[in-house]
């Protein structure tokens, strides 16, 4: 049996979000992995951002392009989700837009 490619922070995923509620993030969604690697590597679980390509410009938003379309990476709606809900890999965001996620994510956590 061949086992399966490794999750890599940075790789765009289309995610099953599963039953949604209030303002939560709905239906079949493209989501930035932003766990690191090693966590990837040892834990079921993976921390993932949205993308979406109908939102307004919040602070805590980056805008990309993904796949020939406009999008936003959603860093407000941050989910630890099990990697079985992971449909496919759609790709991956180039290193400059992931690294602007992970500098304002960790502007929302710092003090």
């Given at each position: 049996?061949?086992?399966?490619a490794?999750?890599?922070?940075?790789?765009?995923?289309?995610?099953?979000?599963?039953?949604?509620?209030g303002?939560?993030?709905?239906?079949?969604?493209?989501?930035?992995?932003?766990?690191?690697?090693?966590?990837?590597?040892?834990?079921?679980?993976?921390?993932?951002?949205?993308?979406?390509?109908?939102?307004?410009p919040?602070?805590?938003?980056?805008?990309?392009?993904?796949?020939?379309?406009?999008?936003?990476?959603?860093?407000?709606?941050?989910?630890?989700?099990?990697?079985?809900?992971l449909?496919?890999?759609?790709?991956?965001?180039?290193?400059?837009?992931?690294?602007?996620c992970?500098d304002?994510?960790?502007?929302?956590?710092?003090?």
């Amino acid at each position: 049996m061949v086992s399966p490619a490794p999750i890599r922070r940075g790789e765009v995923h289309l995610l099953d979000t599963g039953p949604a509620v209030g303002d939560e993030i709905r239906k079949m969604r493209p989501c930035l992995v932003v766990s690191p690697d090693e966590l990837n590597a040892h834990l079921r679980t993976l921390i993932v951002v949205p993308l979406t390509t109908g939102s307004h410009p919040y602070p805590f938003r980056v805008a990309c392009r993904f796949r020939g379309k406009r999008a936003q990476v959603v860093l407000d709606q941050v989910r630890t989700v099990d990697r079985t809900r992971l449909v496919r890999r759609l790709g991956r965001l180039p290193g400059p837009v992931l690294g602007r996620c992970l500098d304002l994510l960790q502007a929302m956590f710092a003090r």
